[in-house]
């Protein structure tokens, strides 16, 4: 069965300092993979999106970004926190050439202050 | 207009109740119909999954899915106080990116 891992569980980060999210999945190969914003009485807003290794595509403009060095790794990544950057972060995959039926990580709490 | 309309609640019912959660869309080109469960500082969880229109059942959950009224409904039936989370309805129109309602707050009361 597939599990995606995510990590750490909290964060606390001081404004301007860098950030580095992981996420893996185990048990499938080539997954399209998401990294996820939820915003309380927001929803889930999506960052980046990635089809394969090295292929990242950005849903919206901001200071973070994302890289996938392996097949199932998909990292988010800032060089300098802002406040407004504090949210819970959330990967999920969906099975190559899909994009509906989506699996999600337990997410990591970022808080900066 | 948003694309998918989700009444956030908080919705409170007594345990055993039937719980009628719903979402309105805007997007004539959906076709694919989620529902996830999320618990307070948690991933979301999948739930049901629903291409077009029609009925799909699991145990106690029963979703909903009217193309023609543009409206998608989850129904949980003997209510019971694990079921107390938070529940996205989600929908695309094939390989596009997922829409995902705000979220409905359920609590189930014992």
């Known amino acids: 069965s597939q599990t995606i891992h995510q990590w750490p569980a909290t964060l606390v980060q001081p404004v301007g300092s860098p950030l580095s999210l992981e996420c893996t999945v185990e048990?499938?190969?080539?997954?399209?993979l998401y990294w996820y914003r939820q915003a309380a009485g927001r929803g889930l807003q999506l960052l980046f999106y990635?089809?394969?290794?090295?292929?990242i595509s950005s849903e919206v403009p901001q200071n973070l970004s994302a890289s996938r060095p392996q097949d199932r790794q998909f990292i988010l990544s800032s060089k300098k926190l802002l406040l407004s950057d504090s949210g819970f972060y959330l990967c999920?995959?969906?099975?190559?050439?899909?994009?509906?039926?989506?699996?999600f990580g337990p997410g990591t709490r970022l808080t900066v202050t | 207009q948003k694309e998918v309309e989700q009444d956030p609640g908080p919705l409170s019912v007594p345990e055993g109740a039937i719980v009628s959660l719903n979402c309105t869309y805007s997007n004539s080109a959906f076709q694919y119909f989620m529902w996830y469960r999320q618990y307070s500082r948690k991933g979301p969880e999948l739930l049901m999954y629903?291409?077009?229109?029609g009925n799909k059942e699991d145990g106690r959950f029963t979703a909903q899915v009217d193309k023609s009224s543009k409206y998608i409904s989850l129904f949980i039936r003997d209510s019971q106080p694990s079921d107390s989370a938070t529940y996205l309805c989600a929908m695309s129109g094939g390989y596009q990116k997922v829409t995902f309602g705000i979220g409905t707050k359920l609590q189930v009361i014992p």
């Open positions: 629903t291409y077009s229109s």
């Open positions: 999920a995959w969906s099975y190559a050439g899909r994009r509906d039926e989506q699996y």
């Open positions: 048990g499938t190969s080539n997954p399209n």
């Open positions: 990635s089809v394969g290794i090295g292929q």
